[in-house]
């Protein structure tokens, strides 16, 4: 599926906005407990259905109609993405590629699943897939800054929804080894296109002429 395909399916699946007090009445008293996760999981809603739930504050993703609640991110990841977003951010804005966003923010894949991406990137081609209150389509790029909790989930089972809906790009940020993978959509799959640590720099050919350097990317304090 490509990224065109997907943003024209889920454009229409997710702009309908429906009533849901009824429904969320009657299935927030069967919740049931993902182990895995551990996070509360309310069964198989449409992503019209899940915006209408009301908001506790929290950040939530919908998988495969499936309500994730993610833990909140650690003050490490907070200024990692700060970090990148400010470099990038400045680069994207001067040289007028798109539109840069960050989570909180829904991204509607298709009409069961909405993920937050901590950070993603839309082409100024495609720019008619954000809307105002969340994303109807694949972006160019997806960031994910992993953690102890949230690793695997974001590998084993966020992976395979990005590439079906046909994000072209994910780069994954792991604050522990201070390590990027930038992985390039194949077909159904990602493969790695590189590896980055120590001194090396955030690169990619999205961004030509673009850089961030790993130390400054995973500095403590953020970027003037």
């Known amino acids: 599926m490509t990224s065109s395909t997907s943003a024209a399916g889920s454009s229409t699946a997710c702009t309908a906005v429906r009533s849901l007090a009824g429904r969320w009445a009657l299935e927030n008293a069967g919740k049931v407990y993902n182990h895995f996760m551990g996070t509360e999981v309310i069964p198989k809603l449409t992503y019209e259905e899940f915006r209408q739930l009301p908001d506790d504050g929290k950040r939530y993703e919908l998988i495969r109609g499936e309500v994730h609640l993610s833990p909140s991110p ?35 894949l298709n ?13 100024s081609k495609r720019v008619e897939i954000v ?15 992993l953690s102890r909790s949230t690793a695997a989930h974001d590998r084993v089972t966020k992976l395979p929804l990005y590439a079906e809906a046909g994000v072209a790009e994910i780069w994954l940020i792991d604050p522990q080894v201070k390590t990027v993978e930038v992985l390039r959509l194949q077909g159904r799959k990602y493969v790695v296109d590189s590896t980055l640590a120590g001194d090396q720099t955030l690169k990619s050919a999205s961004f030509p002429g673009w850089g961030l350097p790993l130390p400054e990317l995973f500095s403590s304090s953020p970027l003037r």
């Open 131 to 145: 809307r105002e209150n969340f994303v109807a389509g694949a972006p160019d790029l997806a960031v994910e800054i």
């Open 74 to 108: 650690s003050t490490r990841h907070q200024l990692i993405l700060l970090n990148l977003s400010l470099s990038l951010g400045t680069y994207i804005k001067n040289a007028r590629l798109g539109v840069l966003a960050f989570a909180p923010l829904d991204v509607c």
């Open 111 to 123: 009409p069961d699943t909405a993920l937050q991406p901590d950070l993603i990137f839309i082409s």
